[in-house]
């Protein structure tokens, strides 16, 4: 099957060619030799041979771990409830009262700030028979919790305050803990992140080394302008593979290569499973012809920022520095402060990992999130939540268009969107085009003729490090609880 969104492109697919000089190993591309230690874009220090000595395994995978109901129960009980997860926005949580609902896999997590001003999470269990307790996306200014069972009351704090008809249950019976079960919380750049273990890693440690450099956009002051989430077809690491590579945007992505270079990026590693890939934008693929012309992507990049591509004279390799220098001005058509920031991160795509499953493309003007939740019950399927967030832009400004947010959406912040609930075949151009090959992929994984094994190249090296760092979940050498 074809995808018309792709014939769309076909002659930008036809102009792509070997490229000239290439690259075997991507982990020795280094954008900025020249960034100090201390820069946000300097190659960190680890190798991924150093991270893990067996990485070498993982150049291919046994593609069960995409079928198998085992697999999928392993990854519950030593992944799922031993790592920090990404739950929500503390937007959704602004004020006491406040909560939203987290779910994984058959478990529901309730994230909700206290009259102390305490953001806390607990199982969205009912600790008489185990009703959910609360159903929707989200709630207001709750006083307290009321199942709608038999009507047990618990408060935002957590506290059983209420057992109806105490006196008709054996003592016995409630001498046990009857208030709700709490899950460690964190809040980090605005976002809550939630560990079911007893005892988890210390957050700080998880993610020590990537907190440094994402703490630089602040996040934390950012809101959300679109929310979605769909179920896909396929296993959920099988559908976060196709968002850790740039590999696939040649073919998947054609109108991307024209203004972004998919090649030489900077692949960056770090302790826990995090990932980080530098993607320059404003600056062609090497597989496509080069000469010091505009091409319509690039002209489009100007014009984003003010600049009018038939009046410009810097040719193709002054476009990065042109709209970098646009960015720097006080008066920048975003209305942004930039002085966060390198001049590679005006232009640039930071596509990140943060272990086990999400994703973030940054920039200074937005962010994409991504994220990969295991279905409840079968291991061929999996909710692909997408989040869309940005600082407050000037008015009539638009972000980046993969980001599929059309001109119709308020991202003022004034109003916060409702979760939709869409088809894969209504995520739009770019995101479409990502999802696409996930059925089929996870169709073909069960051929014969795949002869049991996933392949995976040096450009897919994240891909290799996220399946090493999941067994060592499961070979119980990182089980903590
Ligand atoms: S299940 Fe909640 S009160 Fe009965
Ligand atoms: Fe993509």
């Known amino acids: 099957m074809t995808s018309p969104v792709i014939d769309a492109y076909n002659d930008i697919r036809a102009s792509v060619r070997r490229i000239a000089d290439p690259v075997a190993d991507c982990e020795t591309i280094v954008l900025n030799p020249d960034a100090p230690p201390d820069s946000v874009e300097a190659k960190p220090p680890y190798r991924l041979k150093d991270l893990y000595s067996n990485i070498d395994r993982y150049r291919t995978i046994a593609v069960d771990r995409w079928h198998s109901r085992e697999v999928m129960q392993d990854e519950w009980e030593k992944l799922w409830t031993d790592t920090w997860l990404m739950a929500g926005r503390v937007q959704d949580c602004a004020e006491a009262g406040d909560w939203f609902k987290f779910d994984l896999a058959a478990e529901s997590i309730i994230v909700v700030r206290g009259k102390d001003d305490v953001i806390r999470a607990f199982y969205n269990a009912c600790t008489h028979r185990g009703n959910r307790l609360v159903r929707d996306d989200w709630g207001k200014h709750f006083k307290c919790f009321t199942c709608s069972f038999h009507s047990w009351m618990y408060s935002t704090e957590g506290r059983n305050v209420r057992v109806t008809d105490r006196e008709t249950f054996a003592p016995e019976v409630l001498k046990d803990d009857i208030h709700l079960r709490e899950v460690h919380t964190r809040t980090f750049g605005g976002f809550v992140f939630v560990n079911m273990a007893d005892k988890p890693q210390p957050f700080e440690d998880y993610f020590r080394d990537v907190l440094p450099w994402w703490e630089k956009y602040g996040m934390e002051n950012w809101h959300v302008v679109r929310d979605l989430t769909c179920v896909l077809p396929a296993n959920w690491k099988l559908a976060m593979d196709a968002f850790q590579e740039t590999y696939h945007v040649h073919q998947v992505h054609p109108q991307a290569i024209p203004l972004s270079q998919d090649y030489l990026c900077q692949y960056d590693f770090y302790p826990n499973g995090h990932c980080r890939t530098l993607v320059p934008i404003a600056e062609p693929t090497p597989r496509i012809p080069a000469d010091n012309s ?11 920022v003010g600049i009018d591509p038939a009046t410009f004279t810097g040719g193709r390799a002054g476009v990065r520095g042109a709209i970098q220098q646009a960015k720097r001005q006080p008066d920048n ?128 090296k994240r891909i290799q490090q996220f399946y090493a760092e999941i067994d060592q979940y499961l070979s119980g050498q990182k089980h903590r609880s």
């Open 333 to 460: 058509v975003f209305g942004l402060d930039y002085s966060n920031f390198t001049d590679n991160q005006l232009t640039d795509d930071w596509s990140v990992t943060l272990f086990p499953n999400t994703t973030f493309n940054l920039h200074p003007e937005g962010a994409l999130v991504m994220r990969f939740r295991p279905h409840e019950s079968d291991p061929e399927q999996c909710y692909y939540d997408v989040m869309v967030i940005c600082p407050k832009l000037k008015s009539g400004k638009q972000l980046p268009a993969y980001m599929g947010v059309g001109p119709d959406v308020d991202i003022s912040g004034a109003v916060r969107p409702a979760r939709e609930r869409l088809h894969m075949t209504e995520l739009g151009e770019v995101l479409g085009q990502d999802t696409d090959n996930i059925p089929f992929v996870q169709l073909g994984s069960h051929s014969r003729g795949m002869r049991g094994v996933a392949r995976y190249s040096a450009q897919e």
């Open 294 to 304: 505009l091409n319509p992507g690039l002209s489009f990049l100007l014009t984003e």
